[in-house]
């Protein structure tokens, strides 16, 4: 279900692509029946800029996304920090469909809101 307007979505790229949005959004102690669902970029976020922090948010959204998308393989995790108002922390995703190995990638995928 797209959780923008409540309609089935057809399109399972874009389902993914939402999947993956709601885990690095949602941070882990939130959900009432899933305490450990989500990831731990919430504590990040706050943090100077610097390479390190880049690492460390690639590191705990893959985990996170290992944890809670099975549809998918991680293969590619770029960080990227912009001036931009709407979303000062992005990432881009490469990834490989377990289904059909087709390869996916997610281009400026907002890891705060």
Do not use: C
């Not at 941070?27 to 460390?56: E, K, M, T, W």
């Amino acid at each position: 279900m797209d959780k923008t307007n409540g309609k089935k979505m057809t399109d399972e790229t874009a389902h993914i692509r939402q999947s993956i949005a709601d885990i690095l959004q949602t941070p882990v102690g939130s959900r009432i029946q899933r305490r450990d669902y989500g990831s731990i970029l919430p504590l990040l976020i706050d943090r100077p800029i610097s390479h390190g922090l880049a690492l460390q948010i690639a590191s705990a959204s893959i985990v996170a996304l290992q944890k809670w998308e099975h549809r998918v393989e991680i293969s590619g995790f770029k960080v990227r920090f912009s001036a931009d108002e709407k979303h000062h922390i992005t990432a881009d995703i490469d990834a490989t469909q377990h289904t059909n190995q087709t390869k996916l990638t997610f281009e400026q995928m907002p890891l705060v809101l």
